[in-house]
């Protein structure tokens, strides 16, 4: 079995001025495209063969394999985190951020904090802990929060390469719109499942 690049859930250029199609055209069709084929390219001969790309996140040691299945999962997370349709917090995942945050304006601070002020290559993410509330994280390079056994909610890469073409070195602009992107739909279905 090999992994083929997901289809984006959007046209190229549906989330812009926010993200340009120009970002997506290197972002998904070129960093994206490459975690698959170096995947791929890991699996063979790696006792991997056949497995999803939620087992080999759980399972596999870190380095290469590990890496590249935890990049392609992360970044057709971070597609689906985002909607060209503006949407709301609703459902369950208002109420648990109210209970976690107190409201959602200190929600989005430390969202914003944790990806702004990331450090290095890595994502943002609002996710479902073990205990059932939800917290904001951040991981380095390629990790995840299923690692951890917490659920995804929404993620937010901050790699240099998902906002350089449009904000160049101004990373806290970037978080600001794709704050503006965030997918409640998706959240309230993650954290519903």
């Avoid at 890496?67 to 985190?81: D, G, I, P, R």
């Avoid at 990331?118 to 479902?128: E, I, Q, R, Y």
């Avoid at 056994?149 to 160049?168: K, M, N």
Wanted: hydrophobic share 40%; charged share 20%; with cysteine.
């Amino acid at each position: 079995m090999s992994f083929t690049l997901p289809e984006l859930p959007y046209a190229q250029n549906a989330l812009e001025p926010r993200i340009s199609g120009e970002t997506l055209q290197y972002h998904y069709g070129k960093h994206h495209a490459a975690y698959v084929t170096k995947l791929n390219a890991a699996i063979d001969g790696s006792g991997f063969d056949g497995k999803s790309l939620e087992e080999i996140i759980l399972n596999a040691e870190p380095g290469g394999l590990f890496n590249n299945a935890a990049q392609v999962w992360n970044h057709t997370f971070y597609w689906h985190s985002m909607s060209p349709e503006k949407t709301e917090p609703h459902g369950k995942v208002a109420d648990a951020i109210k209970a976690a945050f107190g409201d959602f304006d200190k929600f989005r601070d430390a969202f914003t904090q944790a990806a702004a002020g990331h450090f290095g290559s890595g994502w943002a993410w609002l996710v479902k802990n073990k205990e059932g509330s939800v917290e904001v994280v951040s991981t380095h390079d390629a990790d995840n929060p299923l690692r951890a056994g917490s659920t995804p909610l929404l993620t937010c890469d901050v790699w240099e390469h998902a906002f350089y073409i449009d904000y160049r070195n101004d990373k806290a602009s970037y978080v600001e719109n794709f704050r503006e992107l965030m997918n409640w739909d998706f959240a309230e279905h993650n954290f519903n499942s």
